[in-house]
């Protein structure tokens, strides 16, 4: 592939100038790598620039270049693994956000754990901040009855008594 | 460190007689343009900005509140008098990169004696407040002083205030200058410090962590008191150890009776920061490190690692400096409660800090 297939994936896709700038800075293997994986999803030019930062991160992370990392099992694999465009998008951001943020990812992955830990009833819900960003956890419950949700109250509260929720907390505070 | 040696400078004429002007022409070997009117000088961005020098007159006025005090977040009253704009050095986290976007030469004020009468008006008026004012926020404080000789003028100014403390902020080791003058106790010389790892990759053009500590050294020996910011903060693979080695490194240089403040502040970018760093043509930590957008759209490194990272550093600075005055800088209450175990009042936090109180 060449410069040429670059310019011609950006003019179909309306891409900017300052989009196409950044994907025509990299070394021409890294481009091509790029718009393999463009033309793979149809990416339209949010989901490229998106695409761009998170590389970008990453790369500066681990160094290496965006070849090999689009290369990686985790982010290659991902995508072949999911069936359709709409999904594969999804499961790629999520395989660039894990290698982007790993420790964040690691807490995150902690608290679903503890969460699930808690044996909540069916029907109560438990909400962090978004990007763990926030020191408050939330417990959604619902009930159609006044009695319904007397006693999901009833059974959420004895289910935090144990020592997953104080362990949520100590992860929300950077404590574990 | 290098000394910045400029490839040009342009004096306005009008200017040509201030000691500022005068010192630059009598330390720079290279060429001196003279200009009538408007700089000319159109540098293209930030970057392209540092190349030339710009001596002209600041036009309105010089003092303001620092811009670090946005609200929600725990303010230390801090003033800033901007006397030169943009900076020789070129970090990669550099907030300047977006806020200097449409005014980017490196400019240096000539109309000195106008922010001294500024400041001189502020600190007559209010004889019972006492004044923590900087010249740190739009440029390093002393990366120009090896050309300009502004600390001759503004040290003996200070010197002779009981209620202003002039803080002098730099990622330099360019003190000779202060050494041969007496700050009288009221001038506070800063090092922004970070782990060695951090200023190699993302201080391009600063001196060595070594070299500011040497500095540092330096000018407690010669009456100053000092001070140092972590800021900004940044995770990178490795930062437990390289942020206690940065600690420990100032507590083998400096004597920590004379250390004025010490803050912590982690790495926050705007939008347009964060584009400018994905712009960059070299990686750096400030790219990798696992920053977040927050509720006043800036990104910054999620709660909790923030967190661990400040406990970390107060803990450490603790262990190897005792009971000197630290603070956060540019944090919400509920950071500050759980790091620092108390959240001051402005008001409190800016006396504290003025009167060399710890807490």
């Known amino acids: 592939m060449s410069e040429a297939a670059v310019r011609a994936y950006a003019v179909e896709k309306h891409f900017g100038s300052a989009t196409l700038s950044r994907w025509l800075a990299y070394p021409p293997a890294d481009r091509d790598a790029l718009l393999e994986l463009a033309v793979q999803l149809r990416l339209g030019e949010n989901q490229l620039r998106d695409v761009l930062d998170d590389v970008g991160a990453i790369v500066a992370r681990r160094g290496g270049g965006v070849t090999g990392l689009l290369s990686d099992e985790a982010v290659r694999g991902a995508v072949a693994r999911s069936p359709g465009r709409n999904p594969a998008i999804r499961a790629l951001k999520q395989a660039l956000r894990r290698l982007r943020y790993p420790q964040l990812s690691n807490a995150e992955q902690r608290l679903a754990e503890l969460g699930r830990a808690l044996r909540l009833p069916a029907g109560v819900r438990v909400e962090l901040p978004e990007n763990l960003d926030g020191d408050a956890i939330a417990l959604t419950l619902r009930g159609r009855t006044a009695g319904e949700l007397r006693a999901q109250a009833r059974a959420a509260a004895a289910c935090l008594q144990g020592e997953a929720l104080d362990e949520m907390f100590a992860v929300l505070e950077g404590l574990r | ?359």
Not at chain 2, 29 to 58: N, T, Y
Not at chain 2, 184 to 199: E, K, Y
Not at chain 2, 325 to 340: D, F, H, I, K, N
């Open chain 2, 1 to 359: 460190m290098r000394r910045f040696v400029p490839d040009r400078v342009w004096i306005a004429r009008g200017e040509l007689e201030t000691p500022v002007a005068r010192s630059v022409q009598t330390r720079y070997a290279g060429p001196i343009e003279v200009f009538d009117g408007d700089a000319p000088v159109r540098p293209v961005s930030v970057s392209d900005g540092k190349r030339e020098l710009v001596l002209q007159r600041h036009r309105g006025a010089f003092l303001r509140h620092c811009p670090a005090g946005t609200a929600g977040l725990v303010c230390c009253n801090y003033l800033v008098v901007n006397l030169a704009s943009n900076c020789p050095m070129d970090c990669s986290y550099c907030f300047l990169q977006d806020y200097l976007a449409d005014a980017p030469a490196l400019t240096a004020y000539t109309n000195v004696e106008d922010a001294l009468a500024e400041i001189d008006a502020v600190v007559r008026a209010h004889p019972d407040r006492t004044f923590r004012i900087g010249t740190g926020e739009l440029s390093d404080s002393l990366a120009l002083d090896p050309l300009t000789d502004l600390s001759r003028l503004l040290v003996p100014f200070f010197a002779a205030r009981r209620n202003a403390v002039l803080e002098l902020k730099t990622k330099t080791d360019c003190v000779d200058t202060l050494l041969a003058l007496d700050p009288g106790g009221q001038v506070v010389v800063s090092w922004s410090v970070n782990a060695a790892a951090v200023v190699e990759r993302d201080e391009a053009g600063t001196a060595p962590l070594a070299d500011r500590l040497a500095a540092a050294h330096r000018v407690q020996q010669g009456g100053y008191r000092v001070g140092f910011h972590f800021d900004p903060l940044i995770e990178f693979d490795g930062w437990e150890s390289g942020y206690t080695a940065a600690v420990d490194a100032i507590a083998g240089a400096v004597d920590p009776a004379t250390v004025a403040w010490i803050s912590l502040g982690s790495l926050r970018l705007s939008p347009g920061m964060t584009q400018a760093l994905g712009r960059r043509a070299a990686p750096s930590h400030a790219q990798a490190t696992e920053v977040v957008s927050g509720a006043d759209g800036k990104a910054r490194i999620w709660r909790g690692l923030r967190l661990r990272m400040y406990r970390l550093l107060v803990e450490r600075l603790r262990a190897a400096l005792g009971e000197v005055p630290l603070y956060l800088c540019m944090e919400s209450p509920g950071v500050w409660a759980r790091v620092m175990a108390e959240v001051p009042t402005d008001r409190a936090l800016g006396l504290r800090l003025a009167a060399g109180a710890t807490w």
